[in-house]
């Protein structure tokens, strides 16, 4: 969330990070209401000095014994007046509340700006394979190999989701145990495993409520939502917190199953593993001073990269424009991996700064050693990486001639020793 004085101070400022991110949203009738709110205010604040100034005639009147009836009616009337005008600022104050909360990140400047044509390829690393047959796409090599069931978990949960099985499951899970061993063991990030569902506040902390709102599974009779990713309950840990600034900075990681409901997106990659409800994921969520920001934002993205790496999958970096950018980031990148079979780069990951963004909305602050004060820390996630395009990846890139599909040496030990998947028979 912004800051109400950032937006009265540097209008400018804001109107161009809305044209650079293509959204139309009247900030000149917010000042407008903020300035109404702030005359309503200092209004009351002068009735009130005039009401105790009066109290205090009052007082002195009674102690000498004199009639303060006139004196007693005026404050009567001042009572009714601050009364009235302080339920005005509070309707102000509801109103630029929902009207600030619906307002995105400002882009950093090194963002560059225009519609996700403009996305900017930062690096590649591997080389796409050469195959010396047509190599199969992910969901002929699922079923031939009996490693998801498509069909049967359309019967129990409906369209775009899966279910995994036998060496699919083995797979998913070999993936996410490396992926967790990684961050902490090498990283240095601390595991949480965190809950699915969380409230509304903790939705609106991060940045997904109440824009994203329809793309959310949120719960009939109570007011809590399926995670759209761990990064909402983990930046959450800290909500209402100030931490020491020696604590800082904080990383963490966390595997959960996430939860979207693509709204607007049906008809689009309807089989198969590309767009599904839920999935798995692997996140990294980092709590840091300000100074330090874009820096370990650089060095989320490498943690990310190095899951790749291992994992022997081709990919490309690329830095979003303001047009791709996501509501509460100041500045993402997002890492896509090649798949030969379905001929696409796939989105892993997502790794974003969102600077102070996030913590103004949850209040996460962190008490400075050298002024004494609290100051918002800035918070980063980013996917480390995120399932089951991943898996995909893997099939499509690993797959063999006879059919088969190598397990990547790193995944080995994850899979109980398996080192080929064959077809079933």
């Not at 409800?277 to 840091?288: L, N, T």
């Not at 022997?312 to 896509?336: M, N, Q």
């Not at 600077?355 to 980063?380: P, Y």
Request: glycine share 4%; proline share 4%.
């Amino acid at each position: 969330m912004l800051d109400l004085k950032t937006i009265r101070n540097n209008p400018d400022i804001v109107k161009k990070a809305l044209k650079d991110r293509s959204l139309s949203l009247d900030i000149d009738s917010l000042l407008a209401l903020d300035e109404k709110r702030r005359e309503a205010i200092t209004e009351v604040e002068q009735l009130k000095a005039t009401k105790n100034k009066t109290t205090d005639e009052i007082a002195q009147l009674k102690l000498n014994k004199e009639d303060a009836n006139a004196q007693i009616e005026s404050t009567k009337l001042l009572s009714q007046k601050i009364g009235e005008i302080d339920k005005k600022v509070v309707e102000y104050d509801t109103i630029i509340a929902e009207i600030v909360l619906n307002i995105p990140n400002i882009p950093d400047s090194s963002v560059p700006v225009g519609t996700p044509e403009k996305n900017e390829i930062v690096r590649a690393w591997g080389k796409p394979k050469n195959f010396n047959f047509k190599p199969r796409n992910h969901i002929e090599l699922a079923e031939a190999h009996r490693l998801v069931d498509f069909e049967r978990a359309a019967k129990i949960a409906g369209s775009n989701f899966v279910s995994y099985r036998g060496k699919g499951a083995l797979l998913e899970r070999a993936l996410i145990n490396f992926m967790l061993d990684l961050h902490v063991k090498k990283h240095g990030y601390t595991e949480i495993f965190p809950p699915f569902l969380v409230n509304r506040k903790s939705m609106t902390g991060t940045g997904q409520l109440p824009k994203l709102e329809e793309d959310m599974y949120r719960l009939k009779d109570d007011d809590f939502f399926l995670i759209p990713t761990a990064e909402v309950p983990v930046t959450n840990l800290h909500a209402q917190e100030v931490l020491e600034e020696d604590d800082l900075p904080i990383y963490y990681t966390a595997y959960t199953a996430c939860f979207r409901r693509e709204a607007g997106s049906y008809g689009k990659d309807t089989r198969g593993l590309i767009r599904v409800h839920q999935f798995d994921k692997v996140e990294m969520v980092k709590f840091v001073k300000p100074e330090a920001s874009y820096d370990e934002l650089e060095t989320l993205l490498g943690n990310a990269e190095e899951v790749l790496q291992l994992l022997g999958l081709p990919y490309r970096i690329l830095k979003l424009a303001t047009g791709d950018l996501s509501f509460a980031a100041s500045k993402c990148y997002d890492i896509e991996v090649w798949a030969p079979g379905s001929e696409k780069w796939l989105e892993v990951s997502s790794c974003s700064n969102f600077e102070n963004f996030q913590a103004r909305r949850a209040n996460i602050r962190f008490k400075s050693k050298a002024t004494g004060k609290t100051e918002l820390v800035h918070t980063l996630n980013g996917s480390g990486v995120a399932l089951a395009r991943t898996v995909i990846a893997i099939l499509e890139n690993y797959q063999n001639q006879d059919g088969s599909i190598a397990i990547p040496d790193v995944l080995v030990k994850y899979m109980d020793g398996l080192k080929v998947i064959e077809e079933e028979t």
